[in-house]
């Protein structure tokens, strides 16, 4: 069975909870490795040191990738959910994401406006390719990180694997 332990007991959480939206990537990596970036950004948000924000369409393509690739994973996976808790953002309209397609490609701008109208504080994912455009960030008002990336901005960790 999977440690979600809080892995930073001693760094006392940011109050309120920083609010993180994250993408598909790092759910899948987080419960597929034992260890990594991913996996503490979500010890982080079970621990309820961040608030943990997934869209709709987040939460079906994780389960499919799942069912697919690591079926031995999918009751651990959804388990996590269930401790989780996260906030469930509505997935966007298409005029939502119509609006934001010149920005990013077609497949990932779903999941970008969801960030965006999650108003979350800031959007983890392993897409640097297309989450991390100059284009996209000219346009969003919130940093876009790796999951190494925000625990070295937000808690002083290195821990990019």
Known sequence: MADFSPPFADNPAPSPALQVFLDTS??????ASGRGAAREVLRLGEAGIIRIYLSEQVLTEADRVFGAKFPTLIAEFRKFLRNLDPVLVDDP???????????????????LAAAIKSRADCLVTWDRKHFQSRKVAENVEFPIFTPGEFLENYFGKNEER
């Open 93 to 111: 309209t298409r005029s939502e994401v119509g609006s934001i397609e010149g920005w990013i490609n077609a497949d990932d701008a779903p999941i």
């Open 26 to 31: 790092v759910l899948i990596a987080g419960i």
